[in-house]
Nanobody, 122 residues
């Protein structure tokens, strides 16, 4: 079982920056694909950014609405994934969730954090 704990959510003005952190328990962090998702009131949860495991080279991908503004990174020594968010907009307001996905030949397991609130005021 993997536990994820997010932090860093806050109230910020439009144009500002925040950095979210997600710390994972256990010893398999390096081998998991990590991602940040968000869910705004009345909307479906959407992918914000993802970063692959060490086995897959740590490649990244981003949702169209955040490309060029957000950056995902990971520190495998600290079992931590980060989301640097710049040029924040009111439409970025949502609960942000950390996701860890472990893929083996037999199955795929998804783990979720409890979420952290990001509110961007105009």
């Amino acid at each position: 079982q993997v536990q994820l704990v997010e932090s860093g959510g806050a109230l910020v003005q439009a144009g500002g920056s925040l950095r979210l952190s997600c710390v994972a328990s256990g010893s398999i962090f390096s081998f998991m694909n990590m991602g940040w998702y968000r869910q705004a009131p009345g909307k479906q949860r959407e992918l914000v950014a993802g970063i692959t495991s060490i086995l897959s080279g740590g490649s990244t991908n981003y949702g169209d609405s955040v490309k060029g503004r957000f950056t995902i990174s990971r520190d495998n020594a600290k079992n931590t994934v980060y989301l640097q968010m710049n040029s924040l907009k009111p439409e970025d307001t949502a609960v942000y969730y950390c996701n860890a996905r472990r893929v083996t030949s037999a199955k795929t397991n998804d783990y979720w954090g409890q979420g952290t609130q990001v509110t961007v005021s105009s």
